[in-house]
Every structure is written in C-alpha cells, then in structure tokens.
C-alpha cells in the first residue's frame, strides 16, 4: 500500500516536471526579429512677438509713445495718426484685439468726458505696402461701433475705453507689417462744458495665434 503511494506521488512529480518543461518550452520559443530606432526627435517652441512703430520710432518696439494727439483740440478739428502692428516672431498670427484706457487729467467742466465727444474712424491695411500709409483701407469703424459702441453710426473713444474689439484682421505672417490708421475729429456739437478738458489714451493690443501652424 505504501509503495503504491510512493509511486503515484512519484508519477505526480513527473507529470509536473514535463508540464512546467512544456511551458517553458512555449514561452522562450521565438521566430527571428530585428530592431530599429528613431532617436534625437526634438522639438522647440516658436514665440509669438507683436511690436508697434509709429512716427517717432525707426525700429518696432514693445511700447511706442505719443502715435496720435493735439494741443488746442477746438470741435470740429480732427487730426490724424498711425500705428504700425509686426508680427517680429516665428508663428503666425491670426487677428490682434484693440483696446483703448482713457484717463482723465483736467476737467474743465462740470462732470464732463472728452472721449464722449472724440469720435474715431479706424481703418486696417489689407496690403503689406508703405510703413504708415494706408494705401489699401479697410474701414473697420462701423464693425467696431457694432462690437463695442452703440451702433449708431459713430464711435465715440468713451465707447472704446475699457473695452476691446476683437479683433483686426486680416493677420500678420511672421516678418509682416500692417498699418492701422486713425482719425480724431473733436465733434462739431460738443458744448462750452468740454473747454479745457484733457485726457491721456493708452491704445492696447494684443495678437493672437494663427491655429493653422
């Protein structure tokens, strides 16, 4: 009885053994094979740098001074100005956002706004022509009044102050430059309550990506 038992626990440990070959057996049999790699694969960011110039800069700069103004501003006067817009990076981009920050420096008058009385005319040029002339207008007045005035076919600063139009296209490849020329016209209608008033305008910009790159 004994020795039957010895033989079976025997054949058991056989049995196991060829299964574990077996499988093992399995598990390192291969077909031929062959490696290769792709090394090195890198990658860098682009910038995206939108600078401005206008008369008085010869190189575009991160902040211009003093592009459009006028000294003894009398209603029905308007004066002209231009700030260029370059794209100085290497992505594209797609449109630039305008905004304006008006602050008031002198009130002459009783709660009066010069911005509510400056009304302006914005056109963008859609050629890359002559730095500060727009020899291809678009006028974007009426989209801007639309955006952010009151549609009512003048756009006055106070309408733009604070807020921003987005935004002006057509975009800016890398190296290209684009004119936007602006006209003041102090309006004809403003009353004595405007004399000495004076404000400060910041025109702001912003560019933004062209997603096709």
Do not use: W
Request: with cysteine; charged share 20%.
């Amino acid at each position: 009885m004994v020795n039957k038992m010895i033989n079976k626990k025997i054949a058991l440990s056989l049995l196991s053994i060829v299964s574990a070959l077996v499988i093992v057996g399995g598990a390192t049999f291969a077909f031929f094979s062959s490696s290769a790699t792709s090394e090195s694969n890198l990658f860098g960011a682009g910038d995206l740098v939108l600078q401005l110039d206008d008369v008085n800069e010869s190189t575009p700069v991160g902040t211009v001074t003093a592009s459009i103004g006028a000294s003894d501003f009398a209603p029905g006067a308007d004066v002209d100005g231009f700030i260029s817009l370059h794209n100085d990076g290497s992505i594209g981009i797609a449109e630039v956002e305008f905004g304006a920050t008006v602050t008031e420096t002198n009130d002459g008058g009783a709660a009066s706004n010069l911005a509510d009385v400056l009304l302006l005319k914005v056109e963008v040029d859609t050629n890359t022509g002559t730095n500060g002339v727009c020899d291809t207008p678009s006028d974007i007045t009426a989209a801007m009044d639309l955006a952010v005035g009151n549609n009512d076919g003048t756009l006055r600063l106070s309408e733009l102050d604070g807020d921003v139009y987005d935004a002006i296209t057509p975009g800016l490849a890398p190296g290209v430059t684009r004119d936007l020329c602006i006209n003041v016209e102090f309006e004809s209608t403003a009353g004595d309550e405007y004399q000495n008033d004076a404000i400060s305008v910041d025109f702001d910009f912003t560019g933004n990506q062209d997603s096709s790159q």
